[in-house]
């Protein structure tokens, strides 16, 4: 498998270390009104999709950059690759 | 039949002779010869004895696909089983062996299975290996199963090398047949990087092996032309002895060049070479294989496939029998017959399963229409009876029951090849990515077609690749069509018609599965073992599929194939090992005071990857025991000196360092004071205790954290997905540097003297000035940069002094040499373990990942007034349980009595079972100090239990012993010691 990294170029999955689905990077404010029930979804609801799928992968043996890797879970094409970094500059408050 | 005369082979040195042994046996074959085609050439037609029956068995195929002629080769220092006498090149010297039987091959005692086969019928395994209970271990698994079988294993090291290598293309094609040769050819005049890989030892395909003209030229010459032509090319890499066993994912394939296995010796070379190709495009133009016809007793040694024996006459010269006949249900066997008889061997008949057929051959007798219901000839086929009573003598009996695309690679990724109702063959459908089929594998059959299909997809592919294309002409060539009708299985007969024979399957066996429900074909093929093993049914499995689409009365493509997975053929473990075997596999991490700690007689562990000093015996220490006990109350009376280097270090910068650490540690860090160390807690963010660890301040925007061992890597990691995924706005950097430092820890009462000595004089590190928790930059013996933290594991006055690496070793050597005025000792892991455990302090045994900080008494230590990794799930009211799990303390009431760590514990006068499981012990150890045994572990509510009485229970050993829970803290449980 080959990941196309957005600085780096293609380089083989097995330099790469899978974490999960790419909306862990989305933890819920922990103020907030219903924070126990939003942590509870955040750490223990995973959708399972047939098709497109948006995880992270580290780039342990690289750069440590945590990418999101858009991937058909049925083919395996990977269909986009970007740095978390540029994903979610600006949606923080 | 010693003497065999060689015909004209297209790839042979007749003149240049090769001596080798099989069984023993000295025999000669020429340069370019098998094993197969020289053992046929002298006669010898029996290679083996099959997997079940025991029954003799021939060569049936001259290639890879190769299920019956299996044999035990000596390759260079070992003897390796299973290897196809059709794939081992000759030379001289060459020792073979037959396998599978007790006695000799020509009088295999264990041939009387044959005589049981009702019995050993399909689903024997699972219905006789059932009851009684005590057969299981007696009979079945000893007798029965190592009754039936392939080639064992010598069970030695393989003393071979093996290595991996990595290339990469634009265009790899895999095969190098006619097809092969042709998409080379123009791929690399249009100049693409291509690689061409070849299984075989020579190019060709099967322009070697059979007698169709290219450009008026002979087949094989045209080969070797355009091997050569292809060599000219600077943009092309040609890999003979290289088959491609797999097609994974986004264009990579793995590929094993056989270096050294067709030499006597490797001269300490790697044999073999495991290439993971990364391809853009590739053609796949493997070819197609004829395929077995299932009738009675069709297994018999003399029963080969058609076009094999075209191979052998062909390519090697050998004609496999004095009296031939073939079946066929094509036009290929045709084929065959009529390039024997133009060879001037004898074609006894020929028995073509279709009426219409216009092929005839002068002289040669013809039976339309027909089809052999049996043979004769135990050893070696005898005779054939055809379904209309006629005994025709052979001794050679060529099948040709179709042929099937090498379509293998196009399915590695799920593909479903399609039925296709004329040709009666798969061919590929959904192609993975980037690869193109062409040739026989995409079944064409006629050599015109083959070359224009290869050209015509190479074209596709340049264009593609954003070349210009120059145009390549097809070659002329020569050829017939298949023209087959279907015939699979000869019905009416009383005999065994096998289906495939690596297997010993038998048509029977097909219908036994129907009959007992085991449709599908994926069942099927579980049932009754077709297809499986080394061949993986090449010869075989479209066979079987046919019989049972009769049985079910539907069609090929209906009934549909099992899943094509990797390998295409099989692959050693050593060569997917490669060099990573033994220590090479997981390289050991070593300490700088690895070597002198070496020189003092060490005992080493293993802890993770590293390697560290567990005691340090004394020449009159006999016991391990003595050892730790001495190293622990030699460090509590003076000084001791331990390794702690392999504690994870990560070096944090930044102007929100401080806010960065607030927020993945549990506890408050921020307001730490600079020059200052504070433990720390890490959770997971469901509030499960992850890590644990110290952290200090060396400036404003600087610290130095420290994690377990274990987890150095993980909590890296963790904390880059933190500072890169969750909290971009914090400006904090980061790196490991667990080897840049080397780490003492120096603990007892006198580790302020010793560090005294080396530490330069400008530092003042008296309690006053350095107090405990304090952490500072300092340098050491005159000038060398150090890190220095009062921090204790041990519960001692101790402090860790880290140097770079690349000091340790000298570091370890000045401090002893220092220390021998307090008699310092230098101390390992148990005793580290061991001191830790009287202090209380938790370590990897308690944070097992069920552990929250409440359960180790540190659930006020969670910070509430921010946002920190975990503080938020760890409210949840089972977190806050009175009744839930805490650290607490363990003693044997009966002092003299060990406990046992993994213990569950249990109230008194209650039953042990799961219900009533109150905690475990997690930690034990001899404690010298308090001269007895003690532990650490969890139990209900423990914190308000202290006194009580409650029991552990090691069920593995059956041991019950009444503890009694005490506090964690077994020794200065005020701490005025580390304080001192």
């Known amino acids: 498998m080959i990941i196309n990294h957005p600085y780096l170029g293609p380089r083989d999955a097995s330099e790469f270390v899978y974490k999960g689905d790419a909306n862990l990077i989305n933890r819920p404010n922990w103020d907030s009104k219903n924070s126990h029930q939003q942590f509870h979804d955040y750490l223990y609801l995973r959708d399972n999709p047939e098709g497109e799928h948006k995880e992270l992968w580290y780039h342990e043996q690289g750069d440590r950059s945590w990418l999101i890797v858009t991937r058909n879970t049925i083919t395996h094409e990977v269909l986009d690759v970007k740095l978390v970094r540029d994903v979610s500059v600006g949606k923080r408050k | 039949m010693n003497k065999v005369m060689r015909l004209h082979g297209s790839k042979i040195n007749r003149k240049k002779h090769i001596k080798f042994k099989f069984n023993d046996k000295e025999m000669t074959g020429v340069d370019g010869d098998t094993l197969a085609s020289a053992m046929l050439a002298n006669g010898q037609m029996l290679f083996a004895r099959s997997f079940k029956y025991h029954r003799p068995r021939g060569v049936l195929t001259a290639g890879s696909e190769e299920p019956n002629a299996l044999v035990n080769f000596f390759n260079d220092h070992s003897w390796e089983p299973n290897t196809k006498a059709t794939t081992i090149e000759l030379y001289d010297g060459l020792l073979a062996k037959s396998q599978n039987h007790k006695g000799s091959l020509e009088f295999d005692f264990m041939a009387i299975n044959d005589y049981f086969h009702k019995f050993l019928s399909a689903g024997f395994y699972y219905k006789t290996f059932m009851w009684p209970k005590s057969f299981w271990e007696k009979i079945y698994e000893p007798v029965i199963r190592s009754a039936a079988g392939l080639g064992t294993l010598e069970k030695k090291d393989d003393p071979s090398i093996y290595d991996k290598g990595f290339l990469h293309c634009d265009l790899l094609v895999i095969g190098a047949g006619p097809a092969g040769i042709m998409a080379t050819l123009t791929a690399a005049k249009n100049g693409l990087k291509v690689i061409l890989c070849e299984e075989d030892f020579v190019l060709g395909g099967r322009l070697n092996a059979d007698t169709e003209f290219i450009n008026e030229q002979a087949g094989s010459a045209w080969a070797d032309d355009k091997l050569d032509e292809i060599k000219q090319f600077a943009n092309v890499k040609v890999m003979i002895r290289t088959s491609v066993y797999g097609s994974f994912d986004h264009g990579i394939f793995g590929a094993v060049e056989r270096k050294t296995d067709h030499i006597r010796s490797s001269g300490g070379k790697p044999r073999q070479i495991l290439w993971r190709i990364y391809t853009k495009r590739s053609i796949l133009t493997a070819g197609a294989l004829e395929r077995f016809i299932s009738f009675g007793n069709n297994d018999r040694p003399g029963i080969m496939l058609s076009s094999a024996i075209r191979t052998y006459l062909n390519r090697w010269g050998v004609c496999p029998g004095k009296r031939i006949a073939l079946f066929t249900n094509n036009n290929d066997g045709w084929r065959t017959a009529r390039e024997l008889r133009d060879s001037g061997c004898n074609v006894v008949a020929v028995i073509d399963s279709r009426m219409e057929s216009s092929n005839q051959l002068d002289g040669v007798p013809t039976f339309k229409g027909e089809t052999i219901i049996d043979t004769r000839g135990r050893k070696r086929i005898k005779s054939i009876e055809l379904k209309d009573g006629t005994t025709i003598e052979t001794d050679c009996l060529g099948v040709s029951g179709g042929w099937n695309p090498n379509i293998h690679l196009s399915c590695h990724q799920r593909g479903k090849p399609v039925w296709d109702d004329k040709k009666l063959c798969f061919l590929p459908d959904k192609i993975p990515f980037g690869m193109k089929v062409a040739g026989s594998a995409n079944g064409k059959f006629l050599l015109s077609d083959v070359m224009r299909d290869s050209i015509q997809k190479t074209e596709q592919i340049v264009k593609e690749l954003g070349y210009k294309y120059k145009k390549i002409s097809v070659p002329k ?499 005025e010691r580390l304080r001192a």
């Open chain 2, 477 to 975: 060539c020569t050829g017939e069509d298949l023209i087959i009708e279907e015939c699979w299985e000869v019905s009416g007969t009383k005999s065994r018609s096998w289906v495939d024979l690596q297997n010993d399957v038998t048509s029977k066996d097909i219908y036994q599965s129907y009959l007992e429900g085991f449709h599908s074909v994926e069942h099927l093929k579980r049932y009754t073992t077709l297809g499986m093993a080394t061949d993986q049914g090449k010869s075989s499995n479209v066979l079987g599929l046919a019989i049972m689409a009769k049985i079910q009365k539907t069609t090929v493509g209906d009934v549909g194939t099992t899943i094509f997975r990797p390998p295409y053929t099989p692959v050693a473990i050593g060569t997917l090992a490669g060099r990573a075997r033994g220590k090479e596999f997981r390289p050991y991490r070593l300490t700088p005071s690895h070597n002198w700690a070496t020189e003092m007689g060490a005992v080493f562990v293993e802890t993770g990857n590293w390697l560290r000093a567990q005691w340090f015996p004394k020449p009159n220490e006999k016991h391990w025991r003595q050892s730790v006990d001495r190293e622990v109350l030699e460090t509590r009376k003076s000084v001791g000196i331990c390794d702690v280097t392999t504690l994870g270090k990560i070096d944090i910068k930044g102007r929100d360092a401080g806010e960065f650490l607030n927020r993945v540690y549990a506890n408050n860090f921020g307001k730490l004071e600079v020059g200052k160390t504070r433990y720390g807690l890490m959770l997971r963010d469901d509030g499960v205790a992850y890590d644990d660890g110290t952290t200090a301040r060396l400036s404003d925007n600087h610290f130095m954290m420290t994690t377990t061992t274990a987890n150095a890597v993980g909590v890296f990691r963790h904390l880059e997905f933190c500072r890169q995924c969750l909290w971009q706005e914090l400006d904090v950097h980061m790196i490991s540097s667990t080897d840049g430092w080397a780490q003492y820890a120096i603990a007892g009462p006198n580790s302020r003297k010793l560090l005294q000595k080396i530490v330069d004089d400008n530092y003042n590190i008296e309690n006053e000035n350095f107090p405990f928790m304090a952490c500072g930059e300092i340098t050491i013996c005159g000038g060398t940069a150090a890190r220095l933290f009062r921090i204790s594991f041990s519960g001692e006055l101790a402090y860790e002094l880290a140097v770079p690496s690349r000091y340790g070793d000298s570091l370890i050597r000045i401090l002893m040499e220092a220390g021998k005025e307090f008699n310092a000792v230098p101390y390992g892991t148990e005793a580290l373990g061991v001191m830790r455990i009287e202090k209380g302090h938790a370590a990897g045994n308690e944070l097992n990942g069920q552990i929250t900080a409440q359960n180790l008494g540190m659930g006020k230590l969670i910070s509430k007034k921010n946002d920190c990794i975990g503080n938020l799930m760890s409210e949840r009211e089972e977190f806050e349980a009175p009744e839930s799990l805490r650290l607490v303390g363990f003693i044997p009431v009966e002092k003299s009595k060990s406990l046992t760590a993994g213990s569950h514990l249990f109230s008194r006068s209650i039953e042990h079972k799961m219900e009533n499981d109150e905690g475990w012990l997690s930690s034990v150890a001899y404690s010298p100090n308090l001269e007895h045994s003690i532990g650490l572990g969890f139990i209900k509510n423990g914190h308000n239990r202290i006194g009580e009485t409650v029991v552990a229970v090691n069920l593995i050993n059956n041991q019950l012993l009444d503890v009694e829970i005490v506090s964690p803290h077994f020794l200065d449980p005020e701490g």
